[in-house]
């Protein structure tokens, strides 16, 4: 009897485990929200482990006040004297949401908001400070004290200077955070030069605000008050400070107690946050919290003609009789085909025969094209992509058929090819009515094949404006086809040392740069993993129609390595960018470039390739050029005469020492990508608050209009 009762426990275990009673739990914690504590505050949702009432919320962190004097009603982070006031919660993102707190340049009150010691920083990535007015020197201070952490200055003579979407200093200025802030203070140095602008514009405001939510209008700068609200200030929380590998250890206060709840760092590593398993939806910080998706509810999971099971975190189509079923095209196919039987009669057999068996010839010659790519898109990752892409709701990565993309690029015709490279060629095609650029690359790392597919979802989820966005890509062929925005007006490379050299101000260049590092910085610092961009040169600076920077050309990029082997596969740079610590060490860090990043800002201070000619067609190296010309005192013979006319040398001097650091020959003697962009901030705010802007025509803006053909007399 005993068999009997083990084996028919074995039949029932899957039904019983759909019970929520039965589910398994990843800890011995028990968390029950009472019934009297609220899930709403004012129509904004208010979802544990945060709680509004005595006991409701997971610790003092994620308390929430609910002010009802108000009307409607407004829920405060941790008190009734708080003045973060709560817009959204985020569960799945680990973002909260809080209107913005601004100060107006004459008010001689002080704009702060204190979150040391809490689970809360500034999101560095969603935010952005901003600075608006026509002679505007904001800053952000630490506590108690008068260090600048970020801060940026406008300069403009009139408002007709300004442009609207245009937040590189004419009438509004943008500057980044650092990634830890838990206090800002605002404040408004005073400005070095007498401001001639207040019979028009009387106010400066200063603000912290999600940069997706904001860009500037003219008017703004009469009156941003009744442009404020509801602009939204982003915060990162995690539901505990510690990581995942410890924080599971410790089961008593352990966050991710959901049954199917699955536990994960903070991109930033300030703790960690909990999110429910594929195939789940809910609340991972409650128990049970976490309940299983029935795709059976959702009519296009399965084929029309067959039956759908449910099962815990996923689900089966079943089809009829002789037929199974397709996933990669959701439809049940037959498992044999059948050819036609012959059967006319011997007068027209012959003829029957050849027609036949041209039938069958280019039958088969298309079934063999058709499970040839369906294999390609298998072997690529095509099925792991399609199931990521279809769980994150608003992507918008796509994935093109090679149909598509013959069609876009009309076979790959000569006439629609707009680069070619080492790595591969790049055709201009319209997919989607949008115009892109499509990539043919040579070779792929077979080692690497399988990774593929993860590794453009993570880079296709990074949303920086100053990185070139993918759009999609082709897997049913034996090398991936990659899908990116246009950009038109070609590479930074090609702006320096084109047949016709174009004219750019040294304020531009530096523009270009603060935009290059945080991109990337954005790569290796927020992308999880990390992203290493592995051929960093000049001609993978893409600039668009307002000479924004684009960071581009990730065909020698990859997940940070981890070995020697991994790093031997990756190094596939260019002479003269190439970090010679990493190649003798077989290790590819942030700091490898750096240096790549260093000989950049030396070609755009100088004008001169990584490898050039002098006069006697000698071939020297620029890294070793510059640092040399900074050491013995020369650094005037390099430089590039055009921006030495403009008389910014005390900068042109900073910008110099920066870039031999950059060129340290060691890695632990090198700035950060993030200490660059920031230096490099600090010393553009210098040089629009000292007013240096007498050399350049305000009447043009800084990134439109012509560019001026210009040739180096040096």
């Keep these: 009897m005993a068999p009997r009762v083990s084996l028919l426990l074995i039949l029932l275990l899957p039904v019983l485990l759909q019970f929520p009673c039965l589910q398994p739990s990843s800890s011995s914690s ?35 006040y609910c002010d009802r004097t108000s009307t409607p009603p407004k829920p405060l982070l941790f008190s ?133 939510s904001y860009e500037f209008r003219k008017n703004h700068i009469y009156d941003f008050d009744k442009y404020s609200k509801q602009l939204p200030t982003v915060l990162d929380w995690v539901a505990g400070k510690d990581k995942c590998e410890k924080a599971k250890l410790k089961t008593s206060s352990y966050a991710c107690i959901s049954g199917y709840s699955e536990c994960y760092d903070s991109a930033d590593g300030r703790g960690y946050r909990c999110n429910c398993s594929n195939g789940y939806q809910g609340n991972p910080y409650l128990r049970n919290g976490c309940q299983d998706i029935n795709e059976c509810d959702i009519p296009s999971k399965c084929p029309a003609n ?101 069609k876009a690029t009309k076979k790959f015709n000569n006439e629609m090819i707009i680069g070619r490279g080492r790595q591969g060629i790049v055709y201009r095609g319209v997919l989607d009515n949008r115009l892109v650029a499509i990539k043919k690359s040579r070779s792929i790392d077979e080692s690497q094949r399988s990774e593929f597919a993860k590794e453009m979802l993570i880079l296709s989820q990074i949303n920086h404006r ?156 620029l890294a070793l050029d510059i640092v040399s010309s900074v050491r013995n005192n020369r650094l005037l013979t390099i430089l590039d005469a055009q921006i030495v006319n403009e008389h910014h040398i005390p900068y042109l001097h900073d910008v110099a020492m920066l870039t031999c650091r950059c060129l340290s020959m060691t890695g632990d003697d090198s700035p950060t990508m993030k200490e660059v962009v920031m230096e490099l901030e600090g010393i553009r705010s210098l040089v629009l608050s000292q007013g240096v802007l007498d050399k350049v025509d305000e009447a043009v803006p800084l990134l439109g209009g012509e560019l001026t053909p210009y040739e180096n007399n040096t």
């Excluded at 019934?35 to 994620?62: H, K, T």
């Excluded at 009139?158 to 979407?165: A, E, I, K, L, R």
């Excluded at 981890?562 to 003798?584: I, R």
């Design 30 to 64: 028990v968390v029950t929200v009472r019934e009297d504590c609220s899930e709403s505050c004012g129509g904004v949702p208010i979802p544990y482990p945060f709680g509004v009432g005595e006991g409701c919320s997971r610790d003092s962190n994620f308390d929430v």
């Design 466 to 621: 100053n990185i070139l966005k993918i759009l999609g890509c082709c897997l049913e062929v034996d090398i991936p086809i990659l899908v990116y925005e246009f950009i038109s007006h070609g590479t930074l490379f090609h702006y320096l040392h084109g047949e016709n050299k174009f004219r750019l101000s040294f304020l531009e260049r530096l523009r270009i740069t603060i935009e290059s590092t945080d991109a990337l910085n954005c790569l290796h610092a927020q992308a999880s993993p990390s992203i290493v961009h592995g051929d960093l040169k000049s001609a993978d600076i893409l600039l668009d129609g307002n000479l924004a920077a684009k960071i581009s050309d990730f065909g020698a990029s990859k997940m940070a390595p981890m070995d020697k082997d991994q790093f031997a596969a990756l190094v596939q740079g260019t002479y003269g960018y190439l970090d010679p610590e990493s190649l003798q060490t077989y290790q590819l860090t942030s700091k490898s470039y750096v240096y790549s990043f260093g000989v950049i800002l030396a070609d755009l201070i100088t004008r001169r390739t990584a490898l050039y000619c002098d006069s006697l067609q000698k071939q020297k190296n």
């Design 306 to 406: 067959s039956n759908c099971f449910n099962t815990l975190g996923n689900y089966i189509c079943e089809c009829p009789k002789g037929t199974i079923h397709d996933r990669l095209e959701n439809a049940c196919q037959k498992k044999e085909f059948t050819i036609l039987p012959l059967g006319l009669g011997l007068s027209t057999g012959l003829f029957l025969l050849i027609i036949l068996g041209s039938w069958i010839y280019w039958g088969l010659y298309k079934i063999k094209i058709m499970l040839s790519r369906k294999n390609f898109f298998e072997e690529n990752g095509g099925l792991m992509l399609k199931s990521q892409i279809s769980s994150l709701p608003g992507s918008t990565f796509t994935i093109f058929s090679v149909g598509q993309i013959e």
């Design 80 to 212: 009734n004297q708080s003045n973060v006031e709560i817009l959204s919660v985020s569960l799945l993102e680990g973002k909260l949401r809080f209107p913005i707190g601004y100060q107006i340049g004459n008010d001689k009150s002080n704009e702060w908001i204190d979150l040391k010691g809490s689970n809360y920083v500034f999101s560095e990535m969603d935010n952005v400070f901003t600075g608006i007015g026509c002679h505007t020197f904001a800053v952000i201070n630490a506590t108690g004290e008068y260090t600048c952490i970020s801060g940026c200055a406008t300069l403009c003579s009139s408002p007709s200077n300004t442009v609207d979407g245009n937040c590189t200093g004419m009438g509004c200025c943008e500057a980044s955070i650092p990634g830890d802030l838990d206090f800002y203070r605002l404040r408004f140095p005073t400005f070095i030069q007498p401001s001639p602008v207040v019979h028009f514009s009387e106010c400066s405001y200063a603000f912290l605000v999600e940069k997706e």
